[in-house]
């Protein structure tokens, strides 16, 4: 799955580490977001049981969330993915 995202991710100064490899792969969604926030800019998410409203209490202006699966972020992902930060964003067919 990993793999699938690295084409989209590979842009300057940008660092994608899947929680399978950086050993959070046990967090709950909680600890999982609050780690995330103070570790990076975005959290990128296959994950659609987060409630809506939740998550957008969670973002801060320096931090997004990005929920998709892998072939709808493979034609949506930004050229800039400074368009997620400070918001939910969920891409969809």
């Known amino acids: 799955m990993y793999l699938r995202y690295l084409a989209g991710l590979a842009q300057p100064g940008l660092l994608a580490d899947p929680v399978?490899?950086?050993?959070?792969?046990s967090l709950?969604?909680?600890?999982?977001?609050?780690?995330t926030r103070e570790?990076?800019?975005?959290?990128?998410?296959?994950?659609?049981d987060f409630d809506e409203e939740y998550l957008k209490q969670q973002v801060t202006d320096s931090f997004g969330i990005v929920s998709a699966?892998?072939?709808?972020?493979?034609r949506t992902w930004p050229a800039d993915y400074n368009t997620f930060i400070g918001?939910?964003?969920?891409l969809s067919t």
């Open 20 to 25: 399978n490899f950086i050993g959070w792969k």
């Open 28 to 35: 709950q969604n909680g600890e999982l977001i609050v780690r």
């Open 39 to 48: 570790q990076f800019r975005l959290l990128l998410t296959r994950d659609k």
């Open 69 to 74: 699966y892998a072939a709808w972020f493979a």
């Open 87 to 90: 918001k939910v964003t969920r």
